[in-house]
């Protein structure tokens, strides 16, 4: 698993005043369809760690960090310290 972890890409896509990070597991080519996997809550794309490599077997694995969760200056997140 760990050398399915080390090989993926990843891209960061500009949002706002911050960024996207997108992880990327598998190989495009004709045989393999894209997938796209969403986590919910405040979390990160390793919500989906025991999965991608199996996935990546038969799909172009696309996992984004979503806005706002993790991956952005806390500028961003307007938290205000109670």
Known sequence: MD???SANMTHQVPY???YVTWHEFG???????????LHGGH??????YQ????LAERFQVFV???PALVHLP???LNYKRA
């Open 27 to 37: 190989s495009a080519n004709t045989d393999t369809l894209p997938l796209v996997l």
């Open 3 to 5: 050398a399915v972890i």
């Open 64 to 66: 984004p960090d979503m």
């Open 74 to 76: 806390l500028s961003i």
């Open 51 to 54: 999965n991608i490599e199996a």
């Open 43 to 48: 979390g990160s794309w390793e919500h989906w």
């Open 16 to 18: 706002q005043e911050g």
